[in-house]
C-alpha cells in the first residue's frame, strides 16, 4: 500500500445528537435540505435566493460555470442595504434592535432597523458628496462601532465596493491595501478602546496617506476624544457632515455579480491577495447560511459574533448575514479581559444571548483562566455555540459544551475561508450528531472530496481538503491578478478547488481539518497534522494550549517540537514534560511522540489568533526569525526562546 497523504491518528467516539427539546424547536430536524441540494444544487441556491433575498430583477439564469469564473444568479438586480435594512423595515419591523452596541468602557448604545437605515442613507449621501461614485472603492479603519456597519451599509447603498482594512493593522498594511484597491475615500475613526486604553487609528492614516494617491477624502468619526490632527480640504469629521446630509439616499439596483467588497488575507510570505466578493450569491449564501446554522429566530433570538468586522467572519456573521435575516446582535467594541475575564459571561447574562460565535484560541484561554469566570454568570439563555477560525482540539470542544454550553447547547464547527465567503464544512444544530473536533459534513448545496496527491479521492484516512462545485458565495478573484487566482486556487487539482488544508475521513463520513497543509510535517516519512498532535496534548490535563512544528533533523528529516501552555495552576519541570510526551505517544501512536516538549508563557499569533507556526520552526531550528510585523504581541517570541534555551524541556 502506498503512504497516504496525511496520517491519520486520532480517533474519537463521544457522539452528541441534537438534544430532543432542540430539535423539536429547530428550523430544519431532519435530512430534507440535504436531499433537496443532492437533487440540484442549483436549483436547491436559485430557492434560497428567492426565498431568504428580495430582488429587484429576478434572474434569469441560476449558474454560468466556466472554471475558474462563476457567475450566480446571472441578469438578477438586487441592493444589499435594502435587503439588510429597508425590506424589514417596511415590514413593519423597524422598531426591532439590530445591534446592541456595547463599548469596552461600558457605554452602550441601541440601534433598531430604523435608525440603522436612517443612519446609511445620511452616510450614503456624505459619501456621495466626497465624490464615491458607484464602481468605486472605499477603504474602512474603524474600530468595532456602529459606524462601521454603518459604513459598509453605505456604501452598498450606492454601489460602492468597501474594503476593510483590520484596525491592528500598522500603516504598511494601509498603505498596500488602499493603493492595491485605488481606494477614494477613507472612512476611520480617531480610535478605539483596547484593553482600557484608547488606541489610536487616525496617526496611522495620515502616515499612510503620505503614500497613497488615490485617497481624496478622509471622514473621522469622533470616539476617543483623542488629539487628532485633521488636514483642511482632506479630512472632515463624520459628526459634522452626518449634520449637513440629506435624509433619504435612493438605493443603487446592482447587478448580482457586481462587486461588493474587496478583502486581503495575508499570505505569509507574499503580497496580500484583495479577494473579491460580489453582490447576489454572496448575500444568499450568508443568510442561508447564518439562518440554518445557528438556527435563528430573529424574533426571539440575541446573537453574538465575537470576531472583528475587519476580517470576513464580521463581514459575513456580524453584517451582511444577521441583518439580512432581520436579527438582533450584539457587537463588542473590546477585549475579553476588560475590566474583567467575565467580560464575554457577563455581556451574555445581561443581554440574554442565545447563539455565540466564537474562535478556538478565545475558547482555550477561557479554560486558561478557568471555569470559574463562566460560573459567575448566568448563561442559561444561550441555546447555540459556533466555532470559526482553526481546527477546535476535543478538549477545549468539550469545555466548551460544558462550561458554556451548560452540556445543552449544540455546538456547530464551521469550516470556511475568507475566500469561501460563507459556511462551507458544519454541523446542522438540529440535524446533525457532533462528534468533538469534527466539523462534521458540507452545508447541502457543498461539494467536499478529501483527495491524495494524485487527485484521487480518499474514502477513508488523510489527504487534502477540495471544492469539488462552485457555491454562491465564492471569491470571483483576485482583485487585479486572474491569474494568481487561477494559480493558487484552481491548478492543484484539475477540476476542484483546493483550500490549502489537510483534512481526513473517518469511518463515518465525518470530515476533520488538519490544518494547513504547509504546515504538515514529515517524520521519517510519515506526514503527520499539526492538528492532531496539538489535540493529542490539549488533551493532557495540565495543558491549555500547543502549538507543534517540524524541524529539521539529522535522522528523522523533521522532529516534532511542541511548544505547550501550561493551565493555571500547573508547573512546569522535566518529569511534567516526559509525561506530557508519553501521554501524546499513548493517545495517538509513538509515530506522533513530540521529540522535544517545551513549556512557554504564551504563543505567538497574528492578529486573528491563528499560531505563527513559521515563528517557532524558526526558534526550534535556531534560526534568525523571519517577517513579525504580523504578530499580534512581537516580544511574545523572545519569551519562548529564552523558555526553549532554559527551562522545562529545554535539557538544560
Ligand atoms: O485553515 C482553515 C482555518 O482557517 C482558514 C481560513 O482562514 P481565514 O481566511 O482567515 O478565515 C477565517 C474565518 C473563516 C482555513 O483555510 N479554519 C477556519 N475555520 C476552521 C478552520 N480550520 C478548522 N476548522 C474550522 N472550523
Same mark, same amino acid.
Given at each position: ?42 436549483? &436547491?441556491?436559485? +430557492?434560497?435566493?428567492?426565498?431568504? $433575498? ?8 441560476? $449558474? ?86 454603518? *459604513?459598509?451599509?453605505?456604501? #452598498? ?11 491592528? &493593522? ?112 454572496? $448575500? ?39 441583518? *439580512? ?41 477561557? /479554560? ?71 466539523? #462534521? ?27 469539488? +462545485? ?50 504538515? /510535517? ?8 499539526? #492538528? ?9 490535563? *495540565? ?98 526562546? #529564552? ?10
Amino acid at each position: 500500500m502506498s503512504q497516504p497523504a496525511i496520517e491519520d491518528f486520532a480517533n474519537e467516539d463521544r457522539l452528541f445528537p441534537p438534544p430532543q427539546g432542540f430539535q423539536a424547536e429547530a428550523l430544519v430536524a431532519d435530512d430534507s435540505l440535504y436531499r433537496e441540494a443532492d437533487a440540484d444544487y442549483e436549483a &436547491f441556491w436559485a +430557492r434560497q435566493a428567492r426565498e431568504l $433575498l428580495t430582488w429587484e430583477t429576478d434572474f434569469h439564469t441560476t $449558474l454560468e460555470w466556466e472554471l475558474p469564473d462563476a457567475r450566480w444568479f446571472v441578469g438578477g438586480r438586487l441592493n444589499v442595504s435594502v435587503n439588510c435594512l429597508d425590506r424589514h423595515v417596511a415590514a413593519g419591523r423597524g422598531e426591532r434592535v439590530a445591534y446592541h452596541w456595547e463599548g469596552e468602557p461600558g457605554d452602550t448604545r441601541t440601534i433598531t432597523y430604523a435608525e440603522l437605515l436612517a443612519e446609511v442613507e445620511r452616510f450614503a449621501n456624505v459619501l456621495k458628496g466626497l465624490g464615491v461614485e458607484r464602481g468605486d472603492r472605499v477603504a474602512l479603519y474603524m474600530p468595532m462601532i456602529p459606524e462601521l456597519p454603518v *459604513a459598509m451599509l453605505a456604501c #452598498t447603498r450606492i454601489g460602492a465596493a468597501h474594503s476593510a482594512i483590520f484596525g491592528g &493593522f500598522s500603516p504598511d498594511s494601509i498603505i498596500d491595501r488602499v493603493n492595491d484597491g485605488e481606494c477614494k475615500v477613507v472612512v476611520t475613526a480617531d480610535g478605539g478602546y483596547r484593553r482600557g486604553a484608547p488606541s489610536l487609528l487616525k496617526p496611522n492614516v495620515d502616515e499612510a496617506l503620505e503614500s497613497c494617491p488615490s485617497v481624496t477624502g478622509v471622514v473621522v468619526v469622533r470616539r476617543t476624544g483623542s488629539d487628532v490632527t485633521m488636514r483642511d480640504g482632506r479630512d472632515h469629521w463624520y459628526h459634522d457632515l452626518m449634520a449637513g446630509a440629506a435624509p433619504q439616499c435612493p438605493p443603487e439596483a446592482m447587478d448580482a455579480e457586481d462587486l461588493l467588497y474587496l478583502l486581503y488575507t495575508s499570505g505569509t510570505t507574499a503580497k496580500p491577495k484583495g479577494i473579491m466578493h460580489t453582490t447576489g450569491g454572496y $448575500l444568499t449564501q450568508v443568510a442561508f447560511s447564518h439562518k440554518y446554522v445557528f438556527d435563528l429566530k430573529p424574533e426571539h433570538d440575541v446573537y453574538w459574533c465575537s470576531a472583528d468586522i475587519g476580517w470576513v467572519t464580521g463581514h459575513s456573521y456580524i453584517v451582511y448575514g444577521p441583518l *439580512a435575516n432581520g436579527a438582533t446582535s450584539v457587537l463588542y467594541e473590546g477585549t475579553p479581559d476588560t475590566p474583567g475575564r467575565d467580560r464575554l459571561w457577563d455581556i451574555i447574562e445581561r443581554y440574554g444571548v442565545t447563539q455565540l460565535y466564537t474562535a478556538p484560541t478565545a475558547i482555550r484561554m477561557f /479554560m486558561k483562566w478557568g471555569a470559574e469566570e463562566p460560573e459567575k454568570h448566568d448563561l442559561s439563555s444561550l441555546r447555540v455555540l459556533g466555532t470559526v477560525g482553526e481546527p477546535i482540539n476535543p478538549e477545549a470542544w468539550m469545555w466548551y459544551h460544558t462550561h458554556i454550553g451548560g452540556g445543552r447547547c449544540p455546538i456547530v464547527d464551521t469550516w470556511w475561508q475568507t475566500e469561501t465567503g460563507a459556511h462551507m464544512i458544519t454541523p446542522l444544530p438540529g440535524v446533525t450528531d457532533l462528534k468533538p473536533g469534527s466539523a #462534521t459534513f458540507p452545508l447541502p448545496g457543498i461539494g467536499v472530496e478529501v483527495v491524495d496527491d494524485n487527485g484521487n479521492p480518499v474514502e477513508r484516512g488523510g489527504g487534502y481538503l477540495t471544492l469539488t +462545485r462552485p457555491w454562491p458565495a465564492m471569491l470571483r478573484g483576485i482583485w487585479g491578478d486572474p491569474q494568481r487566482y487561477r494559480d493558487t486556487y484552481w491548478s492543484h487539482y484539475p477540476g476542484r478547488y483546493f483550500a490549502g488544508d489537510g483534512a481526513k475521513v473517518d469511518d463515518d463520513g465525518y470530515l476533520w481539518l488538519l490544518g494547513r497543509v504547509d504546515d504538515v /510535517m514529515n517524520v521519517s516519512g510519515h506526514r503527520i497534522s499539526t #492538528t492532531e498532535v496539538e489535540s493529542a496534548l490539549v488533551d493532557h490535563p *495540565a495543558v491549555a494550549e500547543a502549538a507543534v512544528v517540524g524541524a529539521t533533523d539529522d535522522l528523522t528529516g523533521q522532529a516534532i517540537v511542541g511548544y505547550v501552555i501550561l493551565r493555571g495552576t500547573a508547573e512546569g519541570s522535566d518529569a511534567l514534560v516526559e509525561e506530557i510526551r508519553q501521554h501524546v505517544a499513548h493517545k495517538i501512536g509513538p509515530t506522533a511522540r513530540p521529540k522535544r516538549v517545551i513549556v512557554v508563557p504564551d504563543l505567538p499569533k497574528t492578529r486573528s489568533g491563528k499560531i505563527m507556526r513559521r515563528l517557532l520552526r524558526d526558534v526550534a531550528e535556531g534560526r534568525d526569525l523571519g517577517d513579525t510585523t504580523t504578530l499580534a504581541d512581537p516580544t511574545v517570541v523572545d519569551a519562548i526562546r #529564552t523558555s526553549a534555551a532554559e527551562g522545562p524541556g529545554s535539557g538544560g
